[in-house]
C-alpha cells in the first residue's frame, strides 16, 4: 500500500467516529425497496426455517464487543426479506424472491465466524454447503410452495438468478442488500434520503456477458454509491474487523472442545443464547464447571485431565472476557507474545463493487467511466492493513 492510497487515513476511530448518530427505522427502509410488500412472502417468513434466523446477526457476532459501536440490531431475517424486497422489485418473480429469501437459512449464530472457525476466511462460503439439504427437506416449505405451484428447484439455489446473486465486483440483490443495513448500523453512513436517491437510480441492464444485471442509470450516483460501498467494505478488511471474527471464533472453537457448548448449539439456539451460556459457564467455579462433565473423570488419570481442563477454561475466559470488553487493538510488524496477547495476520474476502452504469445508449462498468471511482477501487483492492493486528488479554 502506497501513502497515498485512498484509504489510508481512514483508520479505526475515524471510521466508526466521522459520522454523527441517526435513528433508522428497518420498515422505512423497506418501503424504499419495494413500497410493495407482496403478500405471499409472509407465509414463508413465518416459517420456523426462517424465524431461526431472527437470533442471528447480519454483522458477524460484532454486536458483542465494545470494539464496536454499532447504532443497531439486524437480524439475517431482516436482511433475507430485504433481499427478497430487492428482487421482487427489480423482477416482480415469485420464485426468484423466495430463492433470495431462503439463501441464508444455513447460517449459524455469529453468521460468518462460522467461516473464520473453518479457516475460510477468503471466500466466507462454508456456511452455505447446508443450504439446499435443509431446503429440500422441509415439509412445511415444501407444502407452501406446492400451494403456490413452484418446485423447490425453482427456490433452492439463488445463484443462478443473476439479478438475486452474481460475483464480486458485480452489483446484485444481496450485495445491495447487506450494505446498505452494514453501513447504517457499523458507521453511520448512510442516511435513508441517501439510500432512496442511489436505490430508485438502480436498473436492470445486460452486463458483458449479456445477463441481466443490476447497475445505474445516472454516472454522478454510480460514483457516490461506489464510494459508499466501499468505505463500508474497508471497515471489513481492517484489522479489527479479522481479529474481532477470528478471536470469537476460537471462542466456540475452545468452548466446543471444553463441552461448555455444542455443534448442534449454534443452529439451534440464538446468540443471545450462545452469549448467556458461555456467561453461565465461564463465570462458575471449577467446582460447577467438574459437575457439568468437564473435568470429572474416575481414573488416576484424572488429576492431569483436570489440571489441563483447568488451564483450557481459564485460557478461555480470558479470551471471552478480552472480547467483550476490548475498546482497541494494536497494529503491529510482527505478534507479541502469546501469553499476554491474542493475534491475527489473515487476509479476508474484500468486499467492493464495480457497478454497471448505463452511458447514453451504452453500457459501462465505472470505473471506464469514472477515473475517481477507478482509483478509489484500485486503491481498495490493494490497502494492506498492518501485518498484525493484536489485543492484550485481560
Known sequence: MTADNYYAPFNWEKMLSQNPPREYSIEEYY??????????????????????LKGIGLLCGTDWTKLYRNRFYYSRLDHSIGVALIIWHFTHDKAQAIAGLLHDVSTPV??????????????QTATEAPNETMIRRDKALLSLLQQDGLKVDDVVDYHK????????????????????????ALDGSWTMEE???????????????????LGFNTLAIAEEYCRHFCMIGHILQLNENKLSLHM??????????????????????SEKAIIEKLESKLSSS?????????????????????GNDTKDIELLRRYYKTFRTMESIEHTPSPLPEDEYFCI????????????????????????????SHKIIEDFKTYTDTPYGCVKLV
Do not use: C, W
Not at 255 to 267: G, P, S
Open 195 to 213: 439510500i432512496a436517491r442511489t436505490y430508485n437510480d438502480i436498473a436492470v441492464l445486460k452486463n458483458e456477458d449479456d445477463e441481466d444485471e
Open 286 to 306: 471449577e467446582k460447577t464447571l467438574s459437575l457439568s462433565g468437564l473435568t470429572r473423570q474416575s481414573n488416576r488419570d484424572s488429576l492431569v485431565k483436570q
Open 161 to 184: 438468478y443473476s439479478v438475486a446473486d452474481n460475483e464480486i465486483p458485480q452489483l446484485s440483490a444481496d450485495r445491495l442488500e447487506y450494505m446498505y443495513p452494514s453501513g447504517m
Open 31 to 52: 418501503k424504499i425497496l419495494s413500497p410493495d410488500f407482496p403478500d405471499f412472502l409472509q407465509k414463508y417468513i413465518e416459517l420456523p426455517l426462517l424465524q431461526r
Open 345 to 372: 495476520s489473515l487476509k479476508v474476502k474484500q468486499r467492493f463493487i464495480n457497478p454497471l452504469v448505463r452511458d447514453g445508449k451504452k453500457v459501462a462498468r465505472l470505473s471506464e467511466l469514472s477515473s475517481s
Open 110 to 123: 455469529f453468521s460468518h465466524v462460522s467461516d473464520f472457525r473453518k479457516g475460510d476466511a477468503l471466500t
Open 248 to 269: 470469537l471464533g476460537q471462542i466456540m472453537n475452545r468452548a466446543v472442545a471444553l463441552r461448555i457448548l455444542a455443534e448442534k448449539d449454534f443452529m439451534t439456539l
